[in-house]
């Protein structure tokens, strides 16, 4: 069993009474500015196409877990990045993992919230490195992470009362 598929394997636990692995996404699937979330569960795509080998659309009660399951497959935390649906009341939280050495293979969890109560758990306590990125989620999109030790503004202002990354942000 390769890379992929024992990651795949692994993250699949945290979708209990899915049967069998999420069929490859379409480019489509990958690329598309659709406001409307994949359904929950694992799918596999083609690197050259998505740039990674796993796409992971989970609830935000499931971030942790899939933090935990990808550091004991020796993954590594490279980024948080937010997006904003506000035609959907949504916003999301795009979790990038990698893995060097031997095998490499890049996965990303996806993870909706309502967009006027953008809540979700941090993953800081499994990877330390979440730290930065979630405060500067925190600052350009207003998404919180419930447990963040020292969730404040890093690159704003202290007093800016303002997200500039969130698509209704007029200067």
Known sequence: MDLTETTRAALAALFP???APAAPATEDETTSAAAEPAPLGVSVLDPA???TWLAVHCRPDQVVEAARILDGQG???????????PDSGQMEVLYDYNRLGGATCRVLVHARVARDEPV????SSVFPAA????????????????GHANLIRILL???????????????
């Open 49 to 51: 196409r998505a740039g």
């Open 17 to 19: 009474g899915a049967t």
């Open 157 to 171: 202002p202290e007093d800016a009362d303002f997200h500039p990354l969130r698509k209704d942000y007029l200067p």
């Open 131 to 146: 730290d930065w990125h979630e405060r500067e989620t925190f600052d350009f999109y207003g998404i919180r992470f419930e």
């Open 120 to 123: 979700l758990p941090t993953i």
């Open 75 to 85: 993954f590594f935390l490279e980024s948080i990045a937010g997006v904003d649906w």
